[in-house]
């Protein structure tokens, strides 16, 4: 599931212009609050359920957290007054709120194995292998989560996504035993025998990040209104610096008001984190828009019409 030297180095050179327009990050003029990138391996003691974890805090006076849960679903409760939205059964969405986590309390791991700190930024971490390359940044993340969903539907011919040269990376092609040349628009060549294995996936995913990001990934998306917004979709800021951030759980009370969670990696690579609500903390990790002009999250700033669907 690691990209190999060999693989990597051959195109390295030629993609550090393309690479340095895809990253997360920045300064507080382009969106980013912070970089928030020391590692920290000591844990806080959770202000609900009193063990060792993480920021959640009470939700309109119900116990927000099941320590015990190990899928979003089953970690989080919703704030008296709502309910979850309805999902179909084996869609995106029902994906997404069924994303595996780490069990409570443990840090996200950068890509060079140490933790980053969790205080003011994260609850949960989404139990994700990202390997020891510095590739599983913000929009990655997101391009990977997408694409576990249609592998593990078997629908590889909707597992594509464009570089930021524009060129549309296939993995039913990569299936095939083509790969990629990304030099000027980017080519296939045929180099391997046809295999379809999970490693063969993740290495094409590892050729993704490498060249594709929130630049590329913004342009692919469609603008979303938010009285349509949904699980699934993203708040997305593409350039140099750029950051993303998507929607892996909704809740909507009777007025038919929607509150939200977000799911984000950032810079440099790590484990995808649930985040916290930086502007209301006793919403724990759920967000809403009310009376909002942006949206503020512990790393970045979207303006609400960066919202984008897939």
Not at 20 to 48: A, E, R, Y
Not at 92 to 107: M, S, T, V
Not at 134 to 146: G, P
Request: with cysteine.
């Amino acid at each position: 599931m690691v990209l190999h030297k060999k693989k990597l180095n051959k195109y390295i050179i030629i993609g550090v212009f393309t690479m340095l327009q895809m990253s997360c990050g920045g300064n507080p003029k382009n969106g980013n609050i912070s970089g928030n990138s020391k590692s920290d391996n000591t844990k806080s003691v959770n202000s609900v359920t009193g063990k060792t974890g993480n920021n959640s805090k009470t939700v309109n006076s119900t116990q927000a957290v099941n320590p015990d849960g190990m899928t979003i679903e089953t970690r989080y409760n919703v704030p008296a007054g709502y309910k979850r939205v309805a999902v179909e059964n084996g869609s995106f969405a029902d994906f997404l709120r069924k994303q595996k986590l780490k069990p409570y309390g443990e840090k996200a791991l950068y890509y060079n194995g140490q933790a980053k700190r969790s205080e003011g930024v994260y609850d949960s971490v989404i139990n994700v292998e990202i390997g020891d390359r510095d590739l599983h940044q913000c929009a990655d993340a997101i391009m990977l989560i997408r694409a576990e969903y249609f592998y593990q539907k078997k629908e590889y011919d909707k597992i594509n996504f464009n570089f930021v040269s524009g060129f549309n990376a296939q993995y039913s092609k990569w299936m095939q035993g083509y790969r990629i040349n990304p030099n000027g628009k980017g080519s296939y060549y045929k180099k391997a025998s046809p295999s379809n294995t999970y490693k063969d996936f993740r290495s094409f995913m590892n050729i993704v990040f490498g060249y594709a990001g929130t630049l590329s990934m913004e342009k692919e998306m469609k603008p979303q209104s938010l009285e349509n917004m949904k699980i699934g979709d993203v708040f997305i800021m593409g350039g140099s610096p750029g950051h993303a951030v998507i929607i892996v759980d909704m809740a909507e009370n009777d007025k038919g008001e929607k509150i939200f969670m977000l799911a984000q990696s950032y810079m440099p690579a790590q484990q995808t984190q649930i985040l916290i609500n930086p502007a209301d903390r006793n919403m724990g990790v759920w967000y809403s828009l009310k009376g909002k002009t942006v949206l503020e999250t512990p790393e970045w700033r979207f303006p609400l019409e960066k919202l984008r669907k897939f």
